[in-house]
């Protein structure tokens, strides 16, 4: 019975073992195996998400730069709309005062221009008026001219002297004294070269 025994025994044995095996050490390989498995899907995620933040922190460095980049553009760009400002402001002040310069140059000009064709209007009224007076005196001397000459061959017709020339030519000799005013204007000018 001993034998009996010790079989029931170890059957027992066994069975119990076997019962273990399968109750409690196979789920627990099993759930070994399984959080391995899932510990190997989860290091793959993880490997893939630090792959993707790696990734997402290049990106984010490129887009402060960007930012960063964008923020000097536009401060330099208000600086530009400011200097232009500043400049057109001077340039407009500059042609206003420019334009205010030209149009009271030409104004000006335009005074100076009328009052010399005026002048010019009335030197040419004058000019007119003297050429006139020079032709009616130019008329007058060449008229008396001849009158001098008829009253020299009338005197010399008159009292007999013969040939006017001759009287004419007596006459410039003791008088120094030319009867064309041509002649004698030239003569004197001689005279006073010579003194």
Not at 21 to 26: A, M, P
Not at 85 to 113: A, G, P, Y
Not at 146 to 166: A, L, M, P, R
Request: net charge negative; aromatic share 8%.
């Amino acid at each position: 019975m001993l034998l009996f025994g010790l079989q029931s025994i170890k059957k027992v044995m066994i069975n119990r073992d076997e019962k273990i095996i399968n109750e409690i050490i196979k789920p627990k390989d099993n759930l070994i195996n399984r959080l391995h498995q899932e510990n190997i899907n989860l290091h793959k995620e993880l490997s893939k998400q630090a792959i993707v933040i790696e990734e997402a922190e290049k990106y984010q460095k490129e887009r402060d730069e960007i930012l960063a980049d964008n923020e000097e553009l536009h401060n330099s760009v208000k600086i530009l709309e400011h200097e232009y400002k500043k400049k057109s402001n001077t340039l407009d002040l500059k042609f206003d005062n420019r334009k205010r310069e030209l149009e009271q140059e030409f104004e000006n000009k335009e005074l100076d221009i009328s009052y010399e064709y005026k002048n010019k209007n009335k030197n040419k009224i004058k000019i007119k008026s003297l050429e006139k007076e020079n032709k009616h005196l130019h008329k007058i001397i060449d008229k008396f001219y001849e009158t001098v000459e008829k009253f020299i061959d009338w005197i010399c017709h008159k009292f007999g002297i013969g040939e006017s020339k001759g009287l004419v030519k007596i006459f410039q000799e003791d008088t120094h004294t030319y009867i064309d005013p041509v002649k004698q204007l030239d003569f004197e000018e001689k005279q006073k070269d010579l003194e």
